[in-house]
Nanobody, 123 residues
């Protein structure tokens, strides 16, 4: 099972980008899906998370500007980023809790990370 992120790039301040992350492989369900970012020299931080029920939570720094969504039929999570700021510049990683086997008592999800996609906000 793997996650493949895409959609990063160079954008001017105030611009928008939409990141996508697709899960592939032997999948029997997905719980939480999330986006993290990591700037050079800094720790990886949670940007946004969405549960299997569609509940969302955001870092204070992106509230009102970013929107996380998911399409379970496509095993895909999205991050719509609007009103981008230079401080949003970072490598963005997707993360998901994926069930890789059919249900059995005590089954737990695997914590899967995708490779990052670089977002650069600069004029």
């Amino acid at each position: 099972v793997q996650l493949q992120a895409s959609g990063g790039g160079l954008v001017q301040p105030g611009g928008s980008l939409r990141l996508s992350c697709v899960a592939s492989g032997r999948i029997f369900g997905i719980n939480d899906m999330a986006w993290y970012h990591q700037a050079p020299g800094k720790q990886r931080e949670l940007v946004a998370v969405i549960t299997s029920d569609g509940l969302t939570n955001y870092a204070d720094s992106v509230k009102g500007r970013f929107t996380i969504s998911r399409d379970d039929a496509k095993y895909t999570v999205y991050l719509q980023m609007n009103s981008l700021k230079p401080e949003d510049t970072a490598n963005y990683y997707c993360n998901a809790q994926i069930f890789t086997s059919q249900w059995y008592p005590g089954r737990s999800a695997s914590d899967i990370w995708g490779r990052g996609t670089q977002v650069t906000v600069s004029s």
